[in-house]
């Protein structure tokens, strides 16, 4: 019998390696990332295994007790916020889990007193970029790059909070 898809906010140790392989499989078979981004995306996860702040938090999602999707908002500093491993798997996708986890990472931003948000993303990843947009985050900064095996358009995306 399926489960149904509920999100939750408690990180637990086996989560990191599980959205690591999330990430890994997905920009493999979609965008042709090498294990370089493999290597990023571990070496990034490592950085939020600690005990979070009150100021950071982890959207999960879940589906047959597999993780679907991730979304997490990091302390960058007293005042900035950094969103990130935002994915939703294809299987999950059009459903509105995506937008609704970045909703409440928004909310949280700006519950938790931050001046502003940014994030980093490849211009490759259309349907991220709109629900960016949605939630006032605009293209701050570009960069041609090679990386993950892939000739990409770097971007960072910004959002002030007042």
């Known amino acids: 019998m399926s489960q149904k898809v509920h999100i939750r906010n408690d990180l637990r140790k086996e989560d990191l390696k599980e959205i690591e392989d999330l990430h890994e499989t997905i920009y493999s078979a979609e965008y042709g990332f090498n294990e370089e981004f493999a290597d990023y995306v571990r070496e990034t996860l490592k950085e939020f295994d600690r005990p979070l702040s009150d100021r950071e938090k982890i959207w999960i999602v879940e589906k047959d007790e597999r993780i679907m999707g991730c979304l997490a908002v990091v302390k960058h500093s007293e005042h900035v916020a950094q969103m990130r491993w935002f994915l939703v798997h294809p299987e999950l996708r059009g459903n509105g889990i995506g937008t609704r986890m970045f909703k409440e990472a928004v909310e949280f931003i700006d519950e938790c007193g931050y001046t502003s948000a ?34 990409l358009v770097g971007q960072r995306y910004g959002r002030i909070f007042e």
Request: glycine share 6%; net charge neutral; no cysteine.
């Open 118 to 151: 940014f994030l980093y993303t490849q211009d490759i990843l259309h349907t991220a970029a709109m629900v960016y947009r949605k939630f006032g985050f605009e293209i701050v900064k570009e960069k041609i790059e090679e990386m993950w095996g892939q000739k």
